[in-house]
């Protein structure tokens, strides 16, 4: 007999793992839902609508085709799509790197920064509904999602993360600490996306 689906009303009953990865189901779901409801308002997709959202805060050597479908888990074709989409809106140009001819770096032009400034606040929701857990909770939570998201990149099921846990700066001493910054990373100090991050070597 195959093993029972973890989406049955009745294995959940009887197990917690299960409701878990229920529980993260419907949190996709509403940031899935989110994310259409601003589509739909400003003509765009959603990954269109993540993509500018990234352009708008990361530096310019991450700013390519290639960091982008490693960020999203997604194929550069996908990716290539809905940036020459985004192209055609007069959102953002390329620009040519000045060491290798075949790269490009993207930049927001100024309605593209604009609109990106408007869309990135899809999320506005969900930060709210964390933000009325305790400081503590916030901590707890974030450490368990971390978790989840460093097994699933052990487990290839998504790309290497610039976080914490696959950092070579980062330490266990008295919890959580990088010795690149000499820094206590306990109490939310974990950091999901950091600028500082070098992969650890394996």
């Known amino acids: 007999m195959g093993k029972v689906s973890t989406f049955s009303p009745a294995q959940q009953a009887e197990n917690t793992s ?8 419907r949190l996709s779901e509403a940031f899935r839902v ?3 409801q601003e589509a739909t308002q400003y003509g765009l997709s959603p990954i269109q609508i993540q993509v500018l959202t990234f352009l708008l805060h990361y530096p310019e050597e991450q700013r390519t085709v290639t960091t982008l479908a490693s960020h999203f888990n997604m194929t550069k074709a996908t990716i290539s799509d809905a940036v020459k989409s985004l192209e055609q809106k007069n959102y953002l140009t390329r620009k040519a790197s000045l060491t290798d001819t075949r790269s490009h770096t993207l930049h927001l032009v100024k309605e593209g920064r ?15 509904t964390v933000e009325q857990l305790s400081s503590k909770d916030q901590s707890t939570l974030l450490e368990q999602l971390m978790q989840l998201i460093y097994q699933l990149n052990q487990q290839e099921v998504i790309s290497s993360q610039p976080m914490c846990f696959n950092c070579q700066h980062y330490a266990e001493k008295k919890g959580h600490y990088c010795n690149l910054l000499k820094i206590s990373l306990n109490h939310g100090g974990l950091r999901v996306d ?6 650890r070597e394996e």
């Open 114 to 128: 604009a609109v990106a400034k408007k869309v990135e606040l899809f999320a506005a929701p969900l930060q709210e």
């Open 194 to 199: 950091c600028p500082v991050f070098e992969l």
């Open 18 to 25: 299960s409701k878990v990865v229920a529980s993260l189901e």
């Open 34 to 36: 989110l994310l259409w």
